[in-house]
């Protein structure tokens, strides 16, 4: 059973950092292109970020560039985004997902998110 | 940056059908995905690739493609189904994701 586990969420001040991590089960994880997705309190589904399976690509919505990374650790199964220089606007749930082998934007899994809030 | 626009809301009355639309310029190229979110859940693929519905989607969900829009066809609306929907695509160098806006979707 594919299993996607959110964690690191938090309530962290404006300017601040945090490192989110989703711990992934039930598949080869280093044969799946991965993404973060985002949701602001009432609002629509934005994606943020993809990562290639070998690190070799990632891509980013303009909005984060410059103060995100995202980064995956395939011996342990694992996938990060490192959020930097955070605003009040980046306050979300944040969704670990897989992409499909026939396409990375084929979202076929997805966690249950962890919460980030920024506020002073 | 790339859009995708879908109309805010949707009402039908039970067993009506709804047609939710979602129009961008990439759509030609790329495929489209559509996603039901129910309050507190994380999202659930109801089609793929434009027209695709996945296993353990009921049959009354269909999707349809005609050059720069895609269309979520639900027929036979139950109250179950009211929910958030959202089209999901990619731009046209297929690197970069995109989500709707959302529409809501509701059963009078």
């Known amino acids: 059973e594919v299993q996607l586990v959110e964690s690191g969420g938090d309530l962290v001040q404006p300017g601040g950092s945090l490192r989110l991590s989703c711990a992934a089960s039930?598949?080869?994880?280093?044969?799946?292109?991965m993404s973060w997705v985002r949701q602001a309190p009432g609002k629509g589904l934005e994606w943020v970020a993809n990562i290639k399976e070998d690190e070799s690509e990632k891509y980013y919505v303009d909005s984060v560039k410059g103060r995100f990374t995202i980064s995956r650790d395939n011996a342990k199964n694992s996938l990060y985004l490192q959020m930097n220089s955070l605003r009040a606007e980046d306050t979300a749930v944040y969704y670990c997902?897989?992409?499909?082998?026939?396409?990375?934007?084929?979202?076929?899994?997805w966690g249950q998110g962890t919460l980030v809030t920024v506020s002073s | 940056s790339y859009e995708l626009t879908q109309p805010p809301s949707v009402s039908v009355s039970p067993g009506q059908t709804a047609r939710i639309s979602c129009s961008g310029d990439a759509l030609p190229k790329q495929y489209a995905y559509w996603f039901q979110q129910k309050p507190g859940q994380a999202p659930v693929l109801v089609i793929y690739k434009d027209t695709e519905r996945p296993s353990g989607i009921p049959e009354r969900f269909s999707g349809s493609s005609s050059g720069t829009a895609v269309t979520l066809t639900i027929s036979g609306v139950q109250a179950e189904d009211e929910a958030d929907y959202y089209c999901q695509s990619a731009d046209n160098s297929g690197a970069y994701g995109v989500f709707g806006g959302g529409t809501k979707l509701t059963v009078l």
């Open positions: 039930g598949f080869t994880f280093s044969t799946y292109w």
């Open positions: 997902v897989r992409g499909h082998r026939t396409s990375w934007f084929y979202f076929d899994y």
